[in-house]
C-alpha cells in the first residue's frame, strides 16, 4: 500500500515538473486504508464449500455441533440486510473494512452482537442426544478406568474427548 501510495506521489509531482518524481520521499506510513465489499446472496449456516468445510464437516458429524440447535443458535440473525457496516480494530485503527447489505446477505451487526433475547430451548432431539453421548462417554471411561496395563490408553481417551 506505501508503494502505490509513494508511486502516486511520485507520478503528480512529475506532472508538476518533470524530473521531480525521484525527488519524491517514500511515506513512512499509511493513512486509513478502507476496504469495501459488498455482500453476496447469502443464507444462515452456509460459510461456503471447500476442503477445510468437508473436514469440519465430518468432525462435526462425529461431535456435538451437529445437532440441530446448534444451527438455530449460531445462525441467529435477519436476512437480507440493506445495512452497511463498517468493521474496525477501534479508534485509531488504520484499516476499515465496509460492507455494504444490498439486500442479500446476513446482518453483520446481530451476528456481532450475539444471542441477546434469543430463546433457544434445548430440543427434544438435542436433549436424548446429549443423554446418549454422557452415557456413553461415561460408560468409556470405566472401561477404561479398570485398564491395568496399557495405561497410556486414558491418555488417549482424554485427547480424543477434547477434539
Known sequence: MLDKRWENDRHKAEKKKAGSGKDVPRPSRAGLCVSLYEADYASPGYP??????????????????????????????????????????GNGSKHAIVVIGRSKGLDVEDLAAGPTNVDVSASYTTRITLTILATLWILLFIAAAGIKQNTWFLLAIGGIGIL
Request: glycine residues 8%; charged residues 25%.
Open 48 to 89: 461456503g464449500y471447500d476442503l477445510v468445510y468437508f473436514v469440519g464437516f465430518a468432525t462435526s458429524v462425529i461431535q456435538l455441533g451437529s445437532i440441530p440447535q446448534w444451527s438455530k443458535k449460531k445462525w441467529e440473525c435477519r436476512r437480507d440486510s440493506e445495512k452497511a457496516v463498517i468493521l474496525s480494530r
